[in-house]
């Protein structure tokens, strides 16, 4: 990506990251945006761009739709200096459990699906994130892991 992250005194300060952060906490906790962030988390495991399309028309797309939408929006402030990165590392990790489910094929489901800035945003966050390539295939080995015994 060619877009660096912005450094946090290029616009927002820790108190403007903070009152972001906190909005966007709020917005998790919706009811609906709830079971949306529980099914992406913990039950959606696509191994191919074949699966997430056979989702399209169900709930579950809508759900996946739901959360790809925020943690991309939540990322672009990021990418955007609205919030300051170190501040979203450290209480977004969810973030990174969600684009583990799809970077393995992400050029793939946006030519197939004609999005090519899918997760755009995500992406330039988590290339940026220290550890986070580690950190993601733990968390793939955890979610095989937990899809096994379900």
Same mark, same amino acid.
């Given at each position: 990506?060619?877009?660096?992250?912005?450094?946090?005194?290029?616009?927002?300060?820790?108190?403007?990251?903070?009152?972001?952060?906190?909005?966007?906490?709020?917005?998790?906790?919706?009811?609906k945006?709830?079971?949306?962030?529980?099914?992406?988390v913990?039950?959606?495991n696509?191994?191919?761009?074949?699966?997430?399309?056979?989702?399209?028309?169900t709930?579950?797309?809508?759900?996946?739709?739901? /959360?790809?939408?925020?943690?991309?929006?939540?990322?672009?402030?990021? /990418?955007?200096?609205?919030?300051?990165?170190?501040?979203?590392?450290?209480?977004?990790?969810?973030?990174?459990?969600?684009?583990?489910?799809?970077?393995?094929?992400?050029?793939?489901?946006?030519e197939?699906?004609?999005?090519?800035?899918l997760?755009?945003?995500?992406?330039? /966050?988590?290339?940026?994130?220290?550890?986070a390539?580690?950190?993601?295939?733990?968390?793939?080995?955890?979610?095989?892991?937990?899809?096994?015994?379900?």
């Amino acid at each position: 990506m060619d877009l660096p992250i912005p450094e946090m005194n290029s616009m927002s300060n820790p108190h403007e990251s903070a009152t972001t952060l906190m909005r966007l906490y709020e917005l998790r906790r919706e009811d609906k945006m709830r079971d949306a962030r529980t099914y992406v988390v913990r039950g959606f495991n696509p191994k191919s761009v074949e699966e997430v399309g056979a989702l399209m028309g169900t709930e579950e797309y809508t759900y996946v739709r739901m /959360v790809v939408g925020y943690w991309d929006m939540a990322a672009s402030f990021v /990418v955007h200096g609205a919030i300051d990165p170190s501040m979203f590392r450290e209480l977004s990790g969810e973030m990174l459990a969600t684009y583990c489910k799809f970077e393995h094929m992400i050029d793939e489901i946006r030519e197939t699906f004609g999005q090519p800035g899918l997760l755009a945003n995500v992406q330039k /966050v988590a290339e940026e994130w220290p550890g986070a390539q580690e950190r993601m295939e733990g968390m793939r080995v955890y979610f095989h892991e937990l899809a096994a015994n379900s």
